[in-house]
Each structure stands twice: as structure tokens, then as C-alpha cells.
């Protein structure tokens, strides 16, 4: 693994790739951890770049993160480290080659499926509690208006 110290040894280096290469080779060097890239085209803003519908669906894959985590944390749900980076690109590979992309799909994948879970825990979380503060309301009201106990019952297994 390379240092980052500014007395550091490096050398400036021009690469030059074919646009299928350039994926795998920049996985394989990114790997080692000894390289920094320079931006050759500092005028562009970032949506004038070809790679913005990543960085995008990156953004969303965050906030859908953030979402999880939030509640999870509100929920008091201890929390496992999954390990790290290298580690989750390994077992969603399981030996086959495949693109960032193949990755950021999968992650996609996984994660709006655990939201819209989630989406819908909280949907029906909420509509339980009202519901149950609606019966807890009328069974108050059935008693201030002195009516029985069972005609109360019976009229909540209706409502």
C-alpha cells in the first residue's frame, strides 16, 4: 500500500486506455492504492461529465443508505459491522468477473427492496396506531356515556 506523505517518492505518469479497458484497469490499480488521479478537464462542471448518471444513482444509493441507518437507529437495533469494501465486492463477485456496474446494480437492488419494506413497516405502524388510538377514543366515550361494558365490545368489533 502506498503513503501519502508529501516527501514521498512519485513520478507523473500520462496513461492512456481504450474506453473497454479502462474500467478494469483503473479496478486493478485503484486496488494497489498508490495512485492519484489528475483532472484533465477542470473547466467542465460535474454535470457535463459522461460519468454524472453514476454519480447520480450513487447519491440516491446514499440517501437510501442514510434512510436504513435512520431508522434502524430510531428503532435502538444494534448495529454489525458487514467488514469492509474489499470484502463486499468479493462476496457479491463470488469468483466471477464483473463491472463497478454489475456492483452498483446489485447494491441498488438490495437496498430499494429493504426501503420499500421499510416504507411499508411504517405505512401500516402508523395506520395501527391510529386505529388503535381511534378504539381507545370510543371505548372513553362508550364509558363517559355510561353504556356497558359488553355493548362496548360489541361495538368496537364492529367499528
Not at 441507518?69 to 464483473?98: C, R, Y
Request: glycine fraction near 6%; hydrophobic fraction near 40%.
Amino acid at each position: 500500500m502506498g503513503t501519502w506523505w508529501r516527501s514521498a517518492d512519485m513520478t507523473h505518469v500520462s496513461l492512456i486506455l481504450s474506453e473497454e479497458a479502462a474500467p478494469t484497469c483503473i479496478r486493478e490499480l485503484g486496488v494497489l492504492g498508490c495512485i492519484q488521479f489528475q483532472d484533465l478537464n477542470p473547466d467542465l462542471t460535474p454535470f457535463q461529465r459522461r460519468f454524472v448518471t453514476y454519480i447520480k444513482r450513487c447519491d440516491e444509493i446514499e440517501r437510501k443508505i442514510r434512510y436504513v441507518h435512520g431508522e434502524i437507529k430510531s428503532l435502538n437495533i444494534p448495529v454489525q459491522p458487514a467488514g469492509l469494501v474489499d470484502q463486499f465486492v468479493e462476496k457479491t463477485l463470488e469468483g466471477e468477473p464483473a463491472s463497478g456496474a454489475y456492483l452498483l446494480e446489485s447494491l441498488e437492488g438490495k437496498l430499494d427492496v429493504y426501503e420499500q419494506q421499510l416504507l411499508e413497516l411504517n405505512k401500516f405502524g402508523k395506520r395501527l396506531t391510529e386505529e388503535y388510538s381511534n378504539k381507545v377514543i370510543l371505548i372513553y366515550l362508550y364509558l363517559y356515556a355510561n353504556i356497558s361494558v359488553p355493548t362496548i365490545i360489541l361495538l368496537c368489533t364492529y367499528i
